[in-house]
């Protein structure tokens, strides 16, 4: 089973910066569009960003992180996904997602982890 995990989640106070990773077998980043969702409890999956795969200097973001987060791919089986700038309503569960895996319908999404930005 294909294992997709995140970390580096935590408590910032606004205006700080995270830095969230997303590990993955090598062959799932490579033939996979890597991206990122969030969500909040009683809300919908929201997109946050993603890249085609390998091509994370084309990464698209959401209008409401464009700017402020930024993607790049750290090693072979690790990407980082850098929030700065961080606004109170960044707070969310943010979920790291291999998507579209050899161009197919196949996908797969890790557990997330926390992202909790305070006033």
């Known amino acids: 089973q294909v294992q997709v995990v995140e970390s580096g989640g935590g408590s910032v106070q606004a205006g700080g910066s995270l830095q969230l990773s997303c590990s993955a077998p090598e062959y799932i980043i490579r033939y996979c569009e890597m991206g990122w969702y969030r969500q909040v409890p009683g809300k919908e999956r929201e997109f946050v960003t993603s890249s085609p795969s390998g091509q994370y200097t084309s990464a698209q973001f959401s209008d409401a992180v464009k700017g402020r987060f930024t993607v790049s791919q750290y090693a072979t089986n690790i990407l980082y996904l850098q929030m700065n700038s961080l606004k109170t309503e960044d707070t969310a569960r943010y979920y790291c997602?291999?998507?579209?895996?050899?161009?197919?319908?196949?996908?797969?999404w890790g557990q997330g982890t926390q992202v909790t930005v305070s006033s």
């Open positions: 997602v291999a998507d579209r895996c050899w161009r197919t319908a196949t996908n797969y």
